[in-house]
């Protein structure tokens, strides 16, 4: 009776495995395809930057400042401005996120505080640039008095991505094995010790993927450097952190919307977005270098 049975519900087993491979199937064919569909939107949009682009780039174009009303000349100015803002905003957020980090995922107690906290980390990084960019010209620009400068717009920008950096850093040092630390401290190493010696380098790949996504978000913002630090145009490089400078995603900006010949300067703007997007990558690229040796060591 039991064989009749089984025989029975085969047919059934066999139509409901079907229609289980058949959804599988098509939600397969559905992620490949809108994965596809952003990818290909993806490679457009650089195609057309490029291929607009491409032909005003060139040795003078990277080496000299902007001439004659921003319509000729080159964006060496814009570059190391962009440069020198995420530099200096990496140095700055780096620290205080990755320590911030250490102390929510090692030392903080779970409890109302602890939520509190996170909650405000998660919103903040939903904020829109445009409010930081407000908040740093009323703190930094106004209070305290730095003017339109470097080092205003880079602490501007390193409030903007200390959310997300605490958030990535604190996700690579959770993602240690608990292993490492038990073994840590059952050789006789100190909490401290265990953070420094074994979770640190241990989370480091992660915490540097982090740094590669914040950097890349840094070097494109336009709305924060407006307000604190970008300047409209100058032919100089800044000669201390108290002067304005010149970043790609302005000059786009104010090539494109403000200025006197938006014409005549648009080869300019697509070779400025092409180099923006060649920074960024050779930027990312650097950071995934460093990252994989972080990652050949520890596999040492």
């Known amino acids: ?85 995420t530099m200096l905003c990496m140095i700055v957020v780096m620290p205080i996120g990755v320590t911030t980090a250490i102390f929510l995922s090692e030392y903080a107690k779970p409890g109302l505080l602890l939520k509190i906290v996170m909650m405000s980390i998660y919103t903040l990084a939903g904020v829109p640039s445009v409010v ?12 305290l008095n730095f003017g339109m400068s470097l080092l205003a717009g880079s602490l501007t920008l390193a409030i903007m991505v ?21 073994a840590s401290l059952a050789c006789g190493a ?7 010696k074994v979770i640190l380098p241990t989370a480091l790949p992660g915490i540097l993927t982090g740094a590669i ?13 407006m307000f604190t630090a ?10 201390s952190v108290f002067e304005p400078v010149m970043a790609l995603p302005y000059h786009i900006y104010v090539l494109a919307t403000a200025g006197t010949h938006i014409e005549e300067t648009r080869p300019i703007q697509y070779g400025t977005a092409l180099t923006l997007i060649v920074l960024v990558l050779g930027m990312n690229l650097l950071g995934i270098i460093l990252r994989s040796r972080q990652r050949k060591k520890r596999a040492w």
Do not use: C
């Open 213 to 225: 996504l914040g950097t890349a978000k840094v070097s494109g913002e336009t709305a924060p450097i």
């Open 190 to 196: 100190t909490k401290w010790q265990t953070i420094r």
């Open 230 to 239: 970008a300047a409209f145009f100058t032919t100089g490089l800044p000669r």
């Open 1 to 85: 009776m039991t064989e009749t049975f089984r025989d029975a519900r085969a047919p059934i087993d066999a139509l409901r495995k079907r229609g289980r491979n058949l959804t599988e199937s098509f939600f397969l064919s559905l992620i490949r395809l809108l994965g596809s569909v952003g990818a290909l939107i993806l490679f457009a949009i650089l195609f057309f930057v490029a291929y607009n682009g491409i032909h005003i780039l060139s040795w003078e174009f990277i080496t000299q400042p902007p001439l004659d009303a921003m319509t000729k000349g080159g964006i060496f100015p814009v570059i190391v401005g962009t440069v020198l803002l």
């Open 132 to 143: 930081f960019g407000l908040f740093g010209l009323a703190v930094f620009v106004v209070t």
């Open 162 to 182: 200390l959310p997300y950096i605490i958030s990535t850093s604190e996700e690579a040092l959770k993602a240690v094995p608990y292993s490492f630390k038990e």
